[in-house]
């Protein structure tokens, strides 16, 4: 068995014995679907069209589980940082790149999974209390871009701990940030036209179905550039991991 193998294994053991790490996607599977489903309950009740722009409601519950999300991400490398075990980790795995990328392909099949089944929920929710016309445009890349939104915020958040080398400045400063932050940082006059471009805003627009006024790109684009943001993170973090083997 190889030791890229081994070292798969290894994440996928730490993932499944650690509470705190298989507790976040449940988190955030319930809070995703489950924000949804009772708001989309209440409105239903009232209202059985999903609006002008359905996605609004279908995601709206993921305004609050991609919290959960970033934490994941920061879980399946904070902790060891956390517990001083990342000593032991890079023992075990010489290379760290090897180690790194073991993390990066644990925290995207989780996400995918993650994403897969909170966006197909978050539709069933919505469309069994409300109603959705699955011919809507857009609603199609609306969908993909609600599934690939989780892996790319557990990468994120894993890529910027790596970066940070410590668990609590980055619980501390990427789960608030992405709460509260960016939304705040949209609100304010001035910042607005900057604050369309983080991460986790841009990511969100692209699952709208509609434009929104204000915003200077497209649905696809959003997704475009929170990818970059993305890659950029776990590229920082190799690069940190590569520094940490050299002290």
């Known amino acids: 068995m190889s030791s890229t193998t081994h070292a798969l294994r290894a994440e996928r053991v730490k993932f499944t014995t650690l509470p705190s790490q298989w507790a976040a996607p449940l988190v955030a599977l319930a809070l995703t679907v489950g924000v949804t489903a009772a708001v989309s309950a209440a409105y239903g009740a009232k209202d059985h069209t999903p609006g002008e722009d359905p996605a609004v409601a279908i995601f709206y519950g993921l305004n609050f589980g991609h919290v959960a999300v970033a934490c994941l991400g920061i879980l399946l490398i904070g902790q060891e940082f956390n517990t001083r075990m990342i000593g032991t980790s890079l023992t075990a795995v ?32 919505v469309g069994t209390t409300v109603g959705l016309d699955l011919s809507t445009p857009g609603l199609t890349r609306s969908f ?3 599934v690939l939104y989780h892996p790319m915020m557990v990468l994120l958040c894993l890529g910027l701990t790596a970066m940070l080398g410590n668990f609590s ?11 509260l932050g960016t939304t705040w940082l949209a609100a304010i006059p001035g910042v607005r036209e900057l604050g369309q471009f983080l991460p986790d805003r841009a990511g969100l627009y692209a699952t709208r179905t509609q434009p929104e006024a204000g915003v200077h790109y497209g649905h696809w ?27």
């Not at 392909?105 to 929920?121: C, I, P, V, Y």
């Open 221 to 247: 684009t959003g997704l475009l550039i929170m990818a970059v943001w993305t890659a950029l993170a776990v590229y920082g973090g190799l690069w940190a991991m590569r520094r940490y083997e050299q002290s």
């Open 94 to 125: 010489p290379r760290r790149g090897r180690l790194y990328c073991a993390k990066l392909a644990l925290g995207t099949g989780l996400g995918l999974l993650l994403g897969l089944a909170s966006t197909a929920g978050s539709f069933l929710a």
């Open 144 to 146: 993909l871009a609600g």
């Open 169 to 179: 400045a980055a619980l501390g400063l990427l789960a608030p940030m992405v709460f």
